[in-house]
């Protein structure tokens, strides 16, 4: 069954090693017969929310804030599948990614609280390697499909890879190619 894979990469650093994986999950995707769009959200004018309740009243399509979310709120609606890929920035999720995740409570509270169905994987790079760098983010990662009620297809650390091009020849690439063609 062919599927709609939006791949959200929140790293600001083009052509990183962020994005190298996410080609990587893409390039096995589309091999497989999937669709498959890359967000660069790093390169986006996202807000962070303002609490303001809007959503929750009927008012926004679906928030009232009028920034590059609404290209966000599209590709995300279209998508059934949904891959997280971020670089590690404290131990977490970066920025941008969080301010996104925070900003998909509108499109959620708009529909009556009504969260579509999700299957969900997750791309992670980062300066230092070893599996306690990636654990915050993980749990957080796992905690937000439980709490929205979506499915985990799997995931791709990349540990030491903190220059650009550092990535090449990782295991990793290899690891998300592989993941992109199973989805």
């Given at each position: 069954?062919?599927?709609?894979?939006?791949?959200?990469?929140?790293?600001?650093?083009?052509?990183?090693?962020?994005?190298?994986?996410?080609?990587?999950?893409?390039?096995?995707?589309?091999?497989?017969?999937?669709?498959?769009?890359?967000?660069?959200?790093?390169?986006?004018?996202?807000?962070?929310?303002?609490?303001?309740?809007?959503?929750?009243?009927?008012?926004?399509?679906?928030?009232?804030?009028?920034?590059?979310?609404?290209?966000?709120?599209?590709?995300?609606?279209?998508?059934?599948?949904?891959?997280?890929?971020?670089?590690?920035?404290?131990?977490?999720?970066?920025?941008?990614?969080?301010?996104?995740?925070?900003?998909l409570?509108?499109?959620?509270?708009?529909?009556?609280?009504?969260?579509?169905?999700?299957?969900?994987?997750?791309?992670?790079?980062?300066e230092?390697?070893?599996?306690?760098?990636?654990?915050?983010?993980?749990?957080?990662?796992h905690?937000?499909?439980?709490?929205?009620?979506?499915?985990?297809?799997?995931?791709?650390?990349?540990?030491?890879?903190?220059?650009?091009?550092?990535?090449?020849?990782?295991?990793?690439?290899?690891?998300?190619?592989?993941?992109?063609?199973?989805?």
């Open positions: 069954m062919m599927r709609k894979i939006l791949v959200i990469n929140s790293s600001p650093r083009a052509g990183g090693n962020t994005q190298a994986l996410c080609e990587a999950f893409a390039q096995g995707a589309r091999t497989a017969g999937h669709e498959v769009e890359v967000l660069r959200i790093g390169d986006l004018d996202i807000r962070p929310c303002r609490g303001c309740l809007a959503c929750t009243h009927g008012r926004g399509d679906p928030c009232v804030i009028a920034d590059d979310m609404r290209v966000t709120y599209a590709a995300y609606n279209r998508a059934d599948t949904l891959v997280f890929a971020s670089p590690i920035y404290n131990w977490t999720f970066n920025g941008q990614m969080m301010v996104m995740n925070n900003r409570f509108a499109d959620s509270a708009s529909k009556g609280f009504a969260i579509p169905k999700k299957e969900c994987g997750f791309l992670l790079t980062a230092s390697d070893g599996e306690d760098v990636f654990a915050l983010a993980v749990t957080y990662y905690h937000m499909l439980a709490q929205r009620g979506w499915s985990h297809l799997g995931g791709v650390t990349a540990g030491g890879v903190l220059e650009v091009g550092a990535i090449a020849g990782h295991p990793a690439l290899e690891d998300a190619r592989r993941l992109g063609g199973e989805v």
